[in-house]
């Protein structure tokens, strides 16, 4: 069974670079057919998909944020990772990974200061 785990800054100051990682054990980021997401919740509010990518490497991202977003993987340590540029404290929210055969990690919370 395919287990997640994110990690990263809980804290980052509003203008900067949100980065967080998805370790995927249990399974492999380039199975065949496997996608991998992003997903966030803000306080109050619901889930709120952030992004994908595709074992094969080819991502997707919500229109509303694909211009601050990136998400990429390396395969050498079978995880993913999560950018989205120039934060504001609108962003803060428990971010998510989601992937494999419908595995969440347990999410993290990241707080945006101003």
């Known amino acids: 069974q395919v287990q997640l785990q994110e990690s990263g800054p809980g804290l980052v100051k509003a203008s900067q670079t949100l980065s967080l990682t998805c370790a995927v054990s249990g399974g492999s980021i380039t199975t065949n057919g496997y996608g991998w997401n992003w997903i966030r919740q803000p306080p109050g509010k619901g889930l709120e998909w952030i992004g994908f990518?595709?074992?094969?490497?080819?991502?997707d991202y919500s229109p509303s944020l694909k211009s601050r977003t990136s998400i990429s993987m390396d395969t050498s340590k079978n995880q993913f990772a999560l950018q989205l540029r120039s934060v504001t404290p609108e962003d803060t929210a428990v971010y998510c990974c989601t992937g494999g055969l419908g595995e969440w990690g347990q999410g993290t919370q990241v707080t945006v200061s101003s």
């Open positions: 990518i595709h074992n094969t490497g080819t991502t």
